[in-house]
């Protein structure tokens, strides 16, 4: 039986990242155990200011509905006082993000009051990289689930050349217009992409925010938040995608350095959709997924 914290609203998520990063913890090992972790909090409510500006980031039109991303964003407070937590074994800081799904069983109005519940639901070692966990989150609407994801993030345990992100090349699309090509857009990712979304998102993790912030971590440049990224990608996606019973699926392949110039594209594949986020030259992907229609 979880442990159930009970929230009377949304934490702040900058005092649980300084709690989760001075408490101290092992690199973790096969025998490291998952404890039985869950938090909720109810009566949730969106700021319309907050919900404008993260439309205007990612480039999402407003049409009244919550983004199907948006809630993951809401809820990562509650992911971060799971983290926090005492029973928790695994460092915080340095935790990769590496797939979401997600299932809108309805859309959700910008209006519309909610309740969140987040608990660990998947634990798995592997030799060769260390723990994966799962976080599931529920969006309720009258004590019915309307909104679901599962996030899988890793606490790395092996040395770390052993760990690093997957370094192929990936080769490019075929270049011109494909057949079943729904949209094809480069844009860019600007130097002050990660703080601007921060202060949307309240998520300061040093590794987004400025090159001097991001070196300690291995990073020559800051990353952009993998949440950031997929958002835009639903930003493009929105109008081929339904809105009931929708269901989409990301993995984060590699960390996006800002600034860069980067590629969205999509193509049909019967009634789903495949898309992705690549440099423009098309060999480095730093994000794919699916939505099924």
């Not at 039986?1 to 001075?22: F, H, K, Q, T």
């Not at 950031?228 to 339904?242: D, S, V």
């Given at each position: 039986?979880?442990?159930?914290?009970?929230?009377?609203?949304?934490?702040?998520?900058?005092?649980?990242?300084?709690?989760?990063?001075?408490r101290?913890?092992q690199?973790?090992?096969?025998?490291?155990?998952?404890?039985?972790?869950?938090?909720?909090?109810?009566?949730?409510?969106?700021?319309?200011?907050?919900?404008?500006?993260?439309?205007?980031?990612?480039?999402?039109?407003?049409?009244?509905?919550?983004?199907?991303?948006?809630?993951?964003?809401?809820?990562?407070?509650?992911?971060?006082?799971?983290?926090?937590?005492?029973?928790?074994?695994?460092?915080?800081?340095?935790?990769?993000?590496?797939?979401?799904?997600?299932?809108?069983?309805?859309?959700?109005?910008?209006?519309?009051?909610?309740?969140?519940?987040?608990?660990?639901?998947?634990?798995?070692?592997?030799?060769?990289?260390?723990?994966?966990?799962?976080?599931?989150?529920?969006?309720?609407?009258?004590?019915?689930?309307?909104?679901?994801?599962?996030?899988?993030?890793?606490?790395?345990?092996?040395?770390?050349?052993?760990?690093?992100?997957?370094?192929?090349?990936?080769?490019?699309?075929?270049?011109?217009?494909?057949?079943?090509a729904?949209?094809?857009?480069?844009?860019?990712?600007?130097?002050?992409?990660?703080?601007?979304?921060?202060?949307?998102?309240r998520?300061?993790?040093p590794?987004?925010?400025?090159?001097?912030?991001?070196?300690?971590?291995?990073?020559r440049r800051?990353?952009?938040?993998?949440m950031?990224?997929?958002?835009?990608?639903?930003?493009?996606?929105?109008?081929?995608?339904?809105t009931?019973?929708?269901?989409?699926?990301?993995?984060?392949?590699?960390?996006?350095?800002?600034?860069s110039?980067?590629?969205?594209?999509?193509?049909?594949?019967?009634?789903?959709?495949?898309?992705?986020?690549?440099n423009?030259?098309g060999?480095?992907l730093?994000?794919?997924?699916?939505?099924?229609?």
């Open positions: 039986m979880s442990e159930v914290i009970e929230m009377s609203s949304l934490p702040d998520l900058g005092r649980l990242y300084v709690r989760a990063a001075l101290r913890r690199k973790p090992t096969a025998s490291t155990g998952c404890p039985e972790l869950a938090v909720k909090v109810e009566d949730v409510g969106v700021d319309d200011e907050t919900l404008a500006d993260y439309r205007r980031i990612c480039a999402i039109v407003d049409d009244g509905l919550l983004p199907p991303t948006y809630p993951q964003v809401l809820a990562t407070p509650l992911h971060a006082v799971i983290v926090a937590h005492r029973s928790f074994p695994l460092p915080a800081m340095g935790l990769v993000h590496l797939e979401n799904t997600v299932e809108q069983r309805r859309p959700v109005r910008d209006d519309e009051r909610f309740d969140l519940r987040c608990e660990i639901s998947g634990w798995e070692w592997d030799e060769r990289l260390g723990v994966r966990f799962a976080i599931e989150t529920d969006l309720l609407v009258d004590d019915e689930v309307v909104w679901h994801s599962e996030l899988w993030a890793l606490s790395r345990g092996a040395p770390e050349e052993l760990v690093e992100r997957d370094k192929r090349r990936h080769p490019a699309p075929p270049s011109g217009e494909e057949p079943n729904l949209y094809s857009l480069i844009t860019d990712a600007p130097a002050d992409l990660g703080r601007r979304y921060a202060s949307i998102c998520d300061y993790n590794i987004h925010l400025h090159p001097l912030t991001a070196r300690p971590f291995g990073f800051p990353i952009i938040h993998g950031w990224t997929f958002a835009r990608c639903w930003a493009e996606l929105a109008e081929y995608a339904p009931e019973d929708l269901q989409f699926t990301v993995q984060f392949k590699k960390p996006l350095t800002l600034p110039r980067i590629w969205f594209r999509a193509v049909a594949d019967g009634d789903d959709i495949d898309y992705e986020c690549r423009v030259a060999d480095r730093f994000l794919k997924g699916r939505v099924r229609r």
